[in-house]
């Protein structure tokens, strides 16, 4: 299972950055799919995911209201809209794959989102 991130860069706070994640390898329809992120000095931290069947969504604290998770079955990808940025939200986003009835889990190398005020 491979895992690429992609879209991440510089932003004023304020504004809108869409983060993709390719998905290779795996049976994309079974497995859900999240977003993580980890500050310089931080624990990595929960973002968003969405699950495999009704493609059922959750957020952290930080990204409710402003992020959303979405995915394209079709595409193998999983997307992060992510609006009103704040510098808090500068970190490295990672992407995580689970797929049904396989053990353990996956992530990408990340994308780095940097938020400036």
């Known amino acids: 299972v491979t895992l690429v991130e992609s879209g991440g860069g510089s932003v004023q706070a304020g504004g809108s950055l869409t983060l993709s994640c390719q998905a290779s390898g795996v049976l994309f329809r079974a497995t859900s799919m999240a977003w993580w992120r980890q500050a310089p000095g931080e624990e990595r931290e929960f973002v968003a995911q969405i699950t495999w069947d009704r493609d059922s969504t959750a957020y952290g604290d930080s990204a409710k209201g402003r992020f959303t998770i979405s995915r394209d079955n079709a595409k193998n990808m999983v997307y992060l809209q992510m609006n009103a940025l704040k510098p808090e939200d500068t970190a490295v986003y990672y992407c995580?794959?689970?797929?049904?009835?396989?053990?353990?889990?996956?992530w990408g190398r990340g994308t780095r989102v940097t938020v400036s005020s």
């Open positions: 995580n794959a689970k797929e049904r009835g396989v053990r353990g889990e996956t």
